[in-house]
T-cell receptor, first 120, second 113 residues
């Protein structure tokens, strides 16, 4: 199994407070992703990273920011949490050797255990 | 627009029977990848099987096989000899031209003893 951890695993917070979720990998994979999963939906991409300090927006990026200062860590921040951000958040990683964002790859994404966030 | 459709919200199957989970996709890209993931009640997402659009043969991984029909844009997951532990949500996903995954809404599979 890929070495991916997420912290915290559970969090309850109040509307308007900042929240940071951490994804840590020990696989030295280049690509990292943050998804949210809501009932009745598949996963929806929030942000992703294709290298240190290289990030881009996904489908549902509003209200979220990310940072990746090291290969192994990808942080997701909710600057001011809202009830609509109550969800389960998954981090994923995938490989990709060599340079260049457009390097053709179809690497499998491996997922962390998830973080259940409740915003009251 | 690229899209994944899983038309079966839920399925009941008798233990030891084979089961087919449907997945259709829509893309205009000539190159793409198709994935199936399993999510048991414990919540983790587990990769099961992958099919590339140019692969000549259907992918197989143990009891899992992928019935890939490119002309019909379908990528159905077949589980042979189902087991109680196969009860879970199953998601089909497609990698788009930006190497991002587009997900279906999932199928809840329940295996009956």
């Amino acid at each position: 199994d890929a070495g991916i951890t997420q912290s915290p695993r559970h969090k309850v917070t109040e509307t308007g407070t900042p929240v940071t979720l951490r994804c840590h990998q020990t696989e030295n994979h280049r690509y990292m992703y943050w998804y949210r999963q809501d009932p009745g939906h598949g996963l929806r991409l929030i942000h992703y990273s294709y290298g240190v300090k290289d990030t881009d927006k996904g489908e549902v990026s509003d209200g979220y920011s990310v940072s990746r200062s090291k290969t192994e860590d990808f942080l997701l921040t909710l600057e001011s949490a809202t009830s609509s951000q109550t969800s389960v958040y998954f981090c994923a990683i995938s490989g990709g050797q060599g340079g260049g964002v457009q390097l053709n790859r179809t690497d499998t994404q491996y997922f962390g255990p998830g973080t259940r966030l409740t915003v009251l | 627009a690229q899209k994944i459709t899983q038309t079966q919200p839920g399925m009941f199957v008798q233990e030891k029977e084979a089961v087919t989970l449907d997945c259709t996709y829509d893309t205009s890209d000539p190159s793409y990848g198709l994935f199936w993931y399993k999510q048991p009640s414990s919540g983790e997402m587990i990769f099961l099987i992958y099919q590339g659009s140019y692969d000549q043969q259907n992918a197989t991984e143990g009891r899992y096989s992928l019935n890939f029909q490119k002309a019909r844009k379908s990528a159905n997951l077949v589980i042979s000899a189902s087991q109680l532990g196969d009860s879970a949500m199953y998601f089909c996903a497609m990698e788009d031209s930006n190497y991002q995954l587009i997900w279906g809404a999932g199928t809840k599979l329940i295996i009956k003893p």
